[in-house]
T-cell receptor, first 112, second 110 residues
Framework: NAGVTQTPKFRVLKTGQSMTLLCAQD?????MYWYRQDPGMGLRLIHY???????AKGEVPDGYNVSRLKKQNFLLGLESAAPSQTSVYFC???????????FGSGTRLTVV | KNEVEQSPQNLTAQEGEFITINCSYS?????LHWLQQHPGGGIVSLFM???GKKKHGRLIATINIQEKHSSLHITASHPRDSAVYIC????????????FGTGTRLTIIP
């Protein structure tokens, strides 16, 4: 099915471990985003990309890195996971922001 | 004060009732989005508005730019409408940041 695919869907990490979340879209969208969703708070933007090879910081970028080597993929990395990074992570993409956003199904990450 | 405020936070209604969810924002915007998040967690984009009114099936979204307010209405509500409804705004400063409300949890009882 067309859309945004996130992998993995669930993950438990120990403090200090690293991991990469993968977001893949097959709609040829230019814009891609990583958000985190925490209880009682609205989604917050971590990093985003306005095209292949570009990345930029969002609202809460500390502790995360991203890469967009291919247009269809946007990777979110945690180099040294901390319990404060326990959250649900959503990837989204957009053709040109005029027509709205398509979201992935989310990744539930727990850091213990 | 949050830039985007939604009310009510929780809403329980009987099947068939007319539902209204409100969103107020404090910044100048270029667009407002309504999203739906089902219990399974996935997020679906319902509407994007910059003015006026949009309708899709039983869902209607309106926006009043002067009053910085938007409403999402559901007619003839059904248990499958039970979800969290989220309002998000894009400021008119041209950056990529969407500011999200914390959502309204809607439960429709059969």
């Amino acid at each position: 099915n067309a859309g945004v695919t996130q992998t993995p869907k669930f993950r438990v990490l120990k403090t200090g471990q690293s991991m990469t979340l993968l977001c893949a879209q097959d709609m040829n969208h230019e814009y891609m985003y990583w958000y985190r969703q925490d209880p009682g708070m609205g989604l917050r933007l971590i990093h985003y990309s306005v095209g292949e090879g570009t990345t930029a910081k969002g609202e809460v970028p500390d502790g995360y890195n991203v890469s967009r080597l291919k247009k269809q993929n946007f990777l979110l990395g945690l180099e040294s996971a901390a319990p404060s990074q326990t959250s649900v992570y959503f990837c989204a993409s957009s053709e040109d922001r005029v027509y709205g956003y398509t979201f992935g199904s989310g990744t539930r990450l727990t850091v213990v | 004060k949050n830039e985007v405020e939604q009310s009510p936070q929780n809403l329980t209604a009987q099947e068939g009732e007319f539902i209204t969810i409100n969103c107020s924002y404090s910044v100048g915007i270029s667009a407002l989005h309504w999203l739906q998040q089902h219990p399974g967690g996935g997020i679906v984009s319902l509407f994007m508005l910059s003015s006026g009114k949009k309708k899709h099936g039983r869902l209607i979204a309106t926006i009043n730019i002067q009053e910085k307010h938007s409403s999402l209405h559901i007619t003839a509500s059904h248990p499958r409408d039970s979800a969290v409804y989220i309002c998000a705004v894009r400021s008119n400063f041209g950056n990529e940041k969407l500011t999200f409300g914390t959502g309204t949890r809607l439960t429709i009882i059969p």
